[in-house]
C-alpha cells in the first residue's frame, strides 16, 4: 500500500526529527510530543482488520485520555489552591490595623483584591523579606508576616 509507505516515512522522519534539533531545550520539542501520537493514530486508521493495530490505537487513545485528564487536573487544583491561599492572605492582611508595607510585583490582580476590601498599604519597590507563593510574587514586610506552610501569620 503506497499511502501507508509514505506515512511510513513521514512518521520516521518526525520521530527522527525529535532528536536531531541543534539547541535542544524541552519546549521546542512539545509540538512534536503531542503531534506524534496524533500522527500515529492517523496512520493505524486505514489498517482495521489487524487485530494489534487495534490494540496499539486503543492504548494510544487511552494514554491521550489519561494525558490530558492530569494536564487539565493539575491546572485546576493548582488554580483552586492558589485562589484559596489569596483569600487567606486578604483576610489575614484586612486584619491589620496600620498600612502594611507590599510590593506587588506586578501582581495587578493582588492589588486590586486589596483595593476593594479597604486594606491599607504602602506600596515599596524594594525587596521585602516574606513572599506570598501567588503568581508574580508579593513580597510583605517581614516584620510585620511571615508565611509558614503557605499560611500567612501576623506578627
Not at 486578604?90 to 476593594?116: A, E, H, M, R, Y
Request: hydrophobic content about 40%; proline content about 5%; glycine content about 6%.
Amino acid at each position: 500500500n503506497e499511502n501507508r509507505n509514505h506515512s511510513t516515512i513521514f512518521l520516521l522522519l518526525l520521530f527522527g526529527s525529535l532528536f536531531i534539533l541543534p539547541s535542544g531545550w524541552w519546549a521546542r520539542y512539545v509540538p512534536f510530543f503531542y503531534a506524534f501520537p496524533l500522527i500515529m493514530l492517523l496512520y493505524t486508521e486505514s489498517d482495521r482488520s489487524n487485530r494489534y493495530v487495534n490494540l496499539f490505537r486503543n492504548i494510544t487513545y487511552l494514554l491521550l485520555v489519561v494525558n490530558l485528564s492530569f494536564s487539565i487536573g493539575s491546572s485546576c487544583i493548582r488554580s483552586i489552591m492558589v485562589k484559596n491561599w489569596t483569600n487567606d492572605y486578604v483576610t489575614v492582611l484586612s486584619q491589620s490595623t496600620s498600612p502594611i508595607q507590599i510590593n506587588f510585583g506586578g501582581n495587578i490582580g493582588f492589588k486590586i483584591k486589596l483595593d476593594k476590601k479597604g486594606i491599607k498599604y504602602k506600596e515599596t519597590s524594594s525587596e521585602l523579606g516574606t513572599i506570598l507563593p501567588i503568581g508574580p510574587p508579593v513580597t510583605l514586610d517581614s516584620e510585620q508576616f511571615e508565611v509558614i506552610d503557605e499560611k500567612l501569620v501576623k506578627k
